[in-house]
């Protein structure tokens, strides 16, 4: 079986839409910007042997606040600047009541299964309590990326960012 990192889009590998504190996905290409050092540490987690899988709700596509070729933009950037082996997408609303929206661990089992993953042998890199609660059903070491918008998540770890995350991964930072 394999190892994986799973690592929450929004928050993690890219900026957030900050509206009254709260983050926000973006929902046009234009305002998609991935954060600074995520290819290299992405680049690690693979060099190391991880598999990185993208785990993203998406719940403005159901809502009609967003397009799937403006999705499919932002994650064509994804995939061509970065080392990501999948990007897994729940597009439902809480109102759906679907097993892949995180906090449930639908999306993660999923990749599990095709990707043959152990998932207590993998990680889940977030930004927030859907991330961390997704991750520890699914049986995965959680880590989350401080934020003042998630200071009240109670994860496994929590760091300053994704490069201590992935130190922490690689067994270099304070588990």
Known sequence: MRRAVFFDRDGVISRPILRDNKPYSPREPDEFHIMENVALCLRRSKEA??????????????RGLMVWNSL???HSRI???????????CPHDDSDKCSCRKPKPGML???ARKWNVDLRQSFMIGDQWKDVKAGREAGCYTILIDYPYNQ???????TKDLQSAIDIVLGNGDR
């Open 109 to 111: 089992l999923d990749a």
């Open 79 to 89: 995939k061509a600047g970065l080392d990501v082996d999948d990007i897994m997408v």
């Open 72 to 74: 499919d933009t932002m």
């Open 152 to 158: 009240e998540v109670d994860a496994d770890c929590r």
């Open 49 to 62: 042997g991880f598999l990185n899988i993208v785990v993203t709700n998406q719940p403005d596509l159901s």
